[in-house]
């Protein structure tokens, strides 16, 4: 299996542009989580699906944020519109059952000048 | 989910083992502590996890203390990649969600 697949690696956009990252869960796997990691707030979820659904998006931080599971293999993560503070890693993980075991995507390091 | 203590950072020579400590002193009964680690620049990696008995895996062992108020993460014999951040993190079973702390920064010495 290739693992959790995240696009793109790298952006850079300017502040107010519309970004979105793209997540692709190890197959099988019916939770899929999103985390945004910086240097002042650590590693921190901002919202889980399960079986597509959402489950928890109280770490989303504002309504700029939005999160969407369409199918069992692929979920976004918008941004819309950007801002500075939004720069960070966006990490994307899935999981196939209650044990806590996540397998994490490589990130996307978003940057918004 | 109770909340853990880590030491911010470790230093430990090459081929030695590496023993990383975690109080979780208000962990409850149906609470399993986890081990995740993230290297430099990756995202975090599954290391091991356990309620009450000792766990090993082909990564490292978990010693939990015989009242669940702290674990040690033992990896055997430690090499230069192994150096990582180390979180511990407590959750309760069916509950997905995990909260990752500050954790140890372990740098393995040549």
């Known amino acids: 299996d290739a693992g959790v697949i995240q696009s793109p690696r790298h952006e850079v956009t300017e502040m107010g542009q519309e970004v979105t990252l793209r997540c692709k869960p190890i197959?099988?796997?019916?939770?899929l989580f999103w985390y945004r990691q910086t240097m002042m707030r650590g590693l921190e979820l901002l919202i889980y699906?399960?079986?597509?659904?959402?489950?928890?998006d109280s770490g989303m931080p504002e309504d700029r944020f939005s999160a969407k599971m369409p199918n069992a293999s692929f979920s976004t993560l918008k941004i819309q519109p950007s801002e500075p503070r939004d720069s960070a890693v966006y990490f994307c993980?899935?999981?196939?059952?209650?044990?806590?075991?996540?397998?994490f995507g490589p990130g996307t390091r978003l940057t918004v000048t | 989910d109770a909340k853990t203590t880590q030491p911010p950072s470790m230093d430990c020579a090459e081929g030695r083992a590496a023993n990383l400590p975690c109080n979780h002193s208000t962990i409850s009964g149906n609470e399993y502590v986890y081990w995740y680690r993230q290297i430099h620049s990756q995202g975090p990696q599954y290391i091991i996890h356990?309620?009450?008995n000792n766990e090993t895996n082909e990564m490292a062992s978990l010693i939990i203390t015989e009242d669940r108020k702290s674990s040690t993460l033992i990896l055997p014999h430690a090499t230069l990649r192994d150096t990582a951040v180390y979180y511990c993190i407590v959750s309760g079973f069916g509950n997905e969600k995990l909260t990752f702390g500050t954790g140890t920064r372990l740098t393995i010495i040549p």
């Open positions: 197959s099988g796997h019916n939770s």
């Open positions: 356990g309620l009450k």
């Open positions: 993980a899935s999981s196939s059952g209650d044990f806590g075991e996540q397998y």
């Open positions: 699906f399960n079986n597509n659904v959402p489950i928890d």
